[in-house]
């Protein structure tokens, strides 16, 4: 069973810089395409970002520019750095992961709260 564990999550004023990091135990990210969604009071979960086992990123419109996905094979770790932040980023962020063809199955993280505000 793949479990995912988010981080980094807090309060910040608008304009300012978050890592979000979420380790995955049970697996190898290497292999995994990875994904960062977030999901707000009253709102549907979107996708972020996410990132494919040889490397493509794709960004959501609202936050291209701002955030970076990478991804850290030997800690077994994908990260969110999110710069410029705004009140509308507010949301509870998880990590999601999906396997290789061979094993297409998903998995999602517990979440963590991203508070952006004065």
């Known amino acids: 069973q793949v479990q995912l564990l988010e981080s980094g999550g807090g309060l910040v004023q608008p304009g300012g810089s978050l890592r979000l990091s979420c380790v995955a135990a049970?697996?190898?990210?290497?292999?995994?395409?990875m994904g960062w969604y977030r999901q707000a009071p009253g709102t549907q979960r979107e996708l972020v970002a996410d990132i494919t086992s040889s490397g493509i990123t794709n960004y959501a419109d609202s936050v291209k520019g701002r955030f970076t996905m990478s991804r850290d094979n030997a800690k077994n770790t994908v990260y969110l750095q999110m710069n410029s932040l705004k009140p509308e980023d507010t949301a509870v962020y998880y990590c999601y992961a999906l396997g290789p063809r061979t094993q297409p199955k998903g998995y999602w993280g517990q979440g963590t709260q991203v508070t952006v505000s004065s």
């Open positions: 049970g697996t190898s990210v290497s292999i995994y395409t």
